[in-house]
């Protein structure tokens, strides 16, 4: 059963291979969105491609602590470049106290429900599609 009738295309950023494939598996089970993941910062940015190309991913769920660059770190630098428009990041984490950054549309905290992720996922990006149309409307 679908929780959003999008044909999203998701990327799934995070260094540990069990969290990403429990994710992978969460939302292809849940949801009709083309999920792929990355391991790392360097590999997410290589599957985006250039910014100056067609937006490839609707939404990004990053992990706020990886080795290297964090999630936080790396979604402040696409929305530096561009690379996130129109994407949703969304940060993964086990704590509050992830610092704020530009381009974040929200935060889900470990452990979560993986049932119920697609739906809050959707739920994100939807508020955010919201406060860019009243933003443009005014």
């Known amino acids: 059963m679908s929780t959003t009738r999008q044909n999203w295309a998701v990327l799934v950023i995070d260094d540990d291979e069990g969290f990403?494939?429990?994710?992978?598996?969460?939302?292809?089970?849940?949801?009709?969105?083309?999920?792929?993941?990355?391991?790392?910062?360097?590999?997410?940015?290589?599957?985006?491609?250039?910014?100056?190309?067609?937006?490839?991913?609707?939404?990004?769920?990053?992990?706020?602590r990886m080795p290297g660059e964090h999630g936080s770190a790396l979604v402040r630098s696409l929305a530096e470049q561009g690379a996130l428009d129109p994407a949703?990041?969304?940060l993964v984490t086990a704590a509050d106290s992830t610092p704020e950054a530009d381009g974040i549309a929200g935060r889900i905290e470990k452990p979560f429900d993986p049932l119920?992720?697609?739906?809050?996922?959707?739920?994100?990006?939807?508020?955010?599609?919201?406060a860019l149309r009243s933003t443009a409307l005014r």
Request: charged share 20%.
């Open 20 to 64: 990403r494939e429990l994710i992978h598996t969460a939302l292809c089970m849940t949801t009709q969105w083309n999920v792929v993941t990355a391991s790392s910062a360097a590999d997410a940015r290589a599957l985006m491609g250039p910014v100056y190309t067609e937006p490839r991913f609707d939404v990004l769920l990053v992990d706020e």
């Open 88 to 90: 949703t990041a969304i």
């Open 116 to 130: 119920t992720l697609g739906t809050r996922i959707a739920a994100m990006v939807m508020e955010k599609q919201h």
